[in-house]
């Protein structure tokens, strides 16, 4: 069983909107920061968004804010990535991932996860 599972990928149409879910397994939700990653062809992973083990401290990449938001339901082992405002350059595999007692005071960068999904793709397009 994988420790993380992404759902909720698609297709929409710029300006409209998509969430996405990541449901975790196996380990104790709420001592890991979860982290929201994509990865476009040809471009290196991006991390958009982290949120701390008690859902206290998010934050979010300058390319995403504003438009993206992340929260999390320890209760349900899940974590969401709302996204609104969608545009053709956000086409991408989105991946989650979870850090051990990380609290995303910042980004917190990908070689810090122990964790990761096996992605889930985003297309934005007409």
């Known amino acids: 069983q994988l420790p993380l599972v992404e759902s909720g990928g698609g297709l929409v149409q710029p300006g409209g909107s998509l969430g996405l879910s990541c449901v975790a397994s196996?380990?104790?939700?709420?001592?890991?920061?979860i982290g929201w990653f994509r990865q476009a062809p040809g471009k290196e992973r991006e991390e958009i968004s982290c949120?701390?083990?008690?859902?206290?401290?998010?934050n979010y990449a300058d390319s995403v804010k504003g438009r993206f938001t992340i929260s999390r339901d320890n209760a349900k082992n899940t974590v969401y990535l709302q996204m609104v405002s969608l545009k053709p350059e956000d086409t991408a595999v989105y991946y989650c991932a979870a850090a051990w007692t990380r609290l995303c005071v910042t980004l917190i960068g990908a070689d810090d996860y122990n964790y990761w999904g096996q992605g889930t793709q985003v297309t934005v397009s007409s």
């Open positions: 949120i701390s083990g008690s859902g206290g401290n998010k």
């Open positions: 196996g380990f104790i939700l709420n001592q890991y920061a």
